[in-house]
């Protein structure tokens, strides 16, 4: 059974460093790899998703890493903004039906 | 991207009673649905999957009984919760993937039992 864990759990950094978060996941036979953000309350907003046949994606400040060998996929948020507080969630889908498996979530704090 | 609407954002009902949530793709078809369950700083849950025209698939140890899940088109899947009980409060949100198999996630529901 897949299993996705992300580390740390929760995070706080100042305004303008850079933001590392990072995702395992047991089962290398995966179909993609999607991160999300959540705000308190609200639904999950899609950041980025990367197919199992692609390295990395990047969209403006976001850039997220694949490498299926060994399990893993790194989230960067490059010059964090206060607005970036919020947990982050990665989650796995191991074939094209789109049912995900979630990691437990970074909360992510950036203090001004 | 894709846009999927969940509705209502936040209901209370009493006791006994059933509430019912929807879920609606708005610029695409799905003929596949999720629908997760979010417990309190937790991650999401996998209640069943959705599928138009057919029976849902619940996972292991989600009671079909008491969520009741429909998928009636291809833009709109439903789940009942039946004889709500303040156990099943919770926040539970719908999910639907595009072509490319990217998934998009609706507002999520509070629903909360009293």
């Known amino acids: 059974k897949q299993e996705v864990t992300q580390i740390p759990a929760a995070l706080s950094v100042p305004e303008g460093e850079n933001l590392v978060l990072n995702c395992s996941f047991t089962d290398s036979a995966i179909y993609n790899l999607q991160w999300f953000r959540q705000d308190p309350g609200k639904g999950l907003t899609s950041l980025l998703l990367?197919?199992?046949?692609?390295r990395e994606q990047t969209s403006g400040r976001l850039n997220a890493s694949l490498d299926k060998s060994s399990g893993r996929s790194t989230l960067y948020i490059a010059a964090s903004q206060p607005g970036d507080s919020a947990t982050y969630l990665c989650?796995?889908?191991?074939?094209?039906?789109?049912?995900?498996?979630f990691g437990a979530g970074t909360q992510v704090v950036v203090t001004p | 991207g894709a846009v999927v609407s969940q509705h209502p954002s936040r209901v209370i009902c009493k006791s006994g009673t059933s509430v019912k949530i929807e879920c609606r793709s708005l610029d695409f078809q799905a003929t596949t649905m999720f629908w997760y369950r979010q417990f309190p700083k937790q991650s999401l849950m996998l209640m069943a999957t959705?599928?138009?025209?057919?029976?849902?698939?619940?996972e292991q140890g989600v009671e079909k009984d008491k969520f009741l899940i429909n998928h009636a088109s291809l833009t709109l899947s439903t789940l009942t919760v039946t004889s709500a009980h303040p156990e099943d409060s919770s926040f539970y949100i719908c999910?639907?993937?595009?072509?490319?198999?990217?998934?998009?996630f609706g507002q999520g529901t509070r629903l909360t039992v009293v």
């Open positions: 999910s639907a993937r595009d072509v490319s198999a990217e998934a998009f």
């Open positions: 990367i197919q199992s046949s692609q």
């Open positions: 959705s599928n138009e025209g057919s029976k849902a698939t619940y």
């Open positions: 989650a796995v889908a191991s074939d094209s039906w789109g049912k995900l498996q």
